[in-house]
């Protein structure tokens, strides 16, 4: 698979599990922070790929664990430290406990705070590349070079 379409179509998936989570998040839908979390992971894989990095597949989910792949050099390594704690809601949040009882929802601030984060963090990552977010999934990014610091 060519690096440049990979990166591209994982920031084009991003911005659509962002947008998902917006609109979940507007009917107070519990999964809007599932694809806040899916939405890290994939900005995560596509800077993986410009690192010629290749992630374990049991640790696709893990977001310290995919950003702790990516060197520090990487200008956007640091800025995805706070929104880590997303991980769980990949996959404990989503199910319910041994008892049958649901898993709280996270603090709502902290919740619309990692929105943001990831917003920018996409946006950044979309102009670096060369990517057009909205284009077909036929379009690769137009540079596959790591953001260094």
């Known amino acids: 698979m060519s690096a440049d379409l990979h990166i591209a179509n994982c920031l084009r998936l991003a911005h659509e599990d962002l947008v998902a989570a917006q609109a979940l998040s507007a ?14 992971e994939k900005i995560l894989l596509a800077l993986l790929n410009s690192e010629n990095i ?5 640790d696709s989910h893990r977001l310290d664990v995919l950003r702790d792949l990516l060197p520090n ?5 640091a800025r995805m430290s706070p929104i880590t704690f997303l991980t769980v809601y990949a996959t404990t949040y989503r ?3 041994d008892a049958g009882r649901l898993p709280q929802r996270g ?5 619309e705070a990692a ?6 963090i996409l946006a950044d990552a979309a102009a670096h590349f060369g990517v057009e977010l909205t284009d077909s999934d036929r379009v690769p990014a137009q540079r ?3 953001p260094r610091i």
Do not use: F, S
């Not at 009917?27 to 890290?40: P, S």
């Open 54 to 58: 290749k992630a374990e597949r049991r």
């Open 73 to 77: 050099e990487n200008a956007l390594k």
């Open 107 to 111: 603090e709502k601030d902290e919740i």
């Open 27 to 40: 009917i107070d839908n519990r999964n809007d922070v599932y694809h806040l979390q899916q939405a890290a």
């Open 115 to 120: 929105a943001k984060m990831l917003q920018v």
């Open 95 to 97: 199910y319910p406990k």
């Open 144 to 146: 596959t070079i790591p």
